[in-house]
T-cell receptor, first 116, second 112 residues
Framework: GAVVSQHPSWVICKSGTSVKIECRSL??????MFWYRQFPKQSLMLMAT?????????EQGVEKDKFLINHASLTLSTLTVTSAHPEDSSFYIC????????????FGSGTRLTVV | DQQVKQNSPSLSVQEGRISILNCDYT??????FLWYKKYPAEGPTFLIS?????DKNEDGRFTVFLNKSAKHLSLHIVPSQPGDSAVYFC???????????FGGGTRVLVKP
């Protein structure tokens, strides 16, 4: 089945630094990847849609200059949290959709980011 | 405004009994619905889905029912097992796009 690998699974960084999270589709090509954020005991909130070879589409209220998304290949999308602050601490999850266009969303295992 | 709502934040059920999780939506453009299971610090795992052209879809112990007129769907798990204890999210997607909209989740506890 479709597998999405997300790394790192957890990261602690200092305020003001940047953190990169990788999302890889291991056995399929993903033309579209999605990035979500989940606060404790809350739902998954879509941050942005990442399309291979083009600019990401950000949801309302998400700062594109703070959350940089790059989808340079059909198997890799990255989310970089720039100048991280404690309020950016959250659980970030990516998902990928196979290029076949069906609704076979597959999620990564998530990244716990803690900014100190 | 929440387009997908799960009004019950938690559910406790005895092992072997039925678990019923409910989900309501407001956007009439949604035409495909999915249920996910999620453990803490892990990504969601797909359980079952249903297209708006159907009113029921069954897969083993999991059955999803869709009432389009009421904009309501439910997930039935029977019989419930302790391993089913997790948070369950319903999600919806519309034909105009491919973005999933999630409900707030329902935490299920199955007691042995």
């Amino acid at each position: 089945g479709a597998v999405v690998s997300q790394h790192p699974s957890w990261v602690i960084c200092k305020s003001g630094t940047s953190v990169k999270i990788e999302c890889r589709s291991l056995d399929f090509q993903a033309t579209t990847m999605f990035w979500y954020r989940q606060f404790p005991k809350q739902s998954l909130m879509l941050m942005a849609t990442s399309n291979e070879g083009s600019k990401a589409t950000y949801e309302q209220g998400v700062e594109k200059d703070k959350f940089l998304i790059n989808h340079a290949s059909l198997t890799l999308s990255t989310l970089t949290v720039t100048s991280a602050h404690p309020e950016d601490s959250s659980f970030y999850i990516c998902s990928a959709m196979p290029g076949t266009g069906d609704y076979g969303y597959t999620f990564g295992s998530g990244t716990r980011l803690t900014v100190v | 405004d929440q387009q997908v709502k799960q009004n019950s934040p938690s559910l406790s059920v005895q092992e072997g009994r039925i678990s019923i999780l409910n989900c309501d939506y407001t956007n009439s453009m949604f035409d495909y619905f999915l249920w996910y299971k999620k453990y803490p610090a892990e990504g969601p795992t797909f359980l079952i889905s249903i297209s708006s052209i159907k009113d029921k879809n069954e897969d083993g112990r999991f059955t999803v029912f869709l009432n389009k007129s009421a904009k309501h769907l439910s997930l039935h798990i029977v019989p419930s097992q302790p391993g089913d204890s997790a948070v369950y999210f319903c999600a919806a997607v519309g034909s105009a796009g491919n973005k999933l909209t999630f409900g707030g989740g329902t935490r299920v506890l199955v007691k042995p």
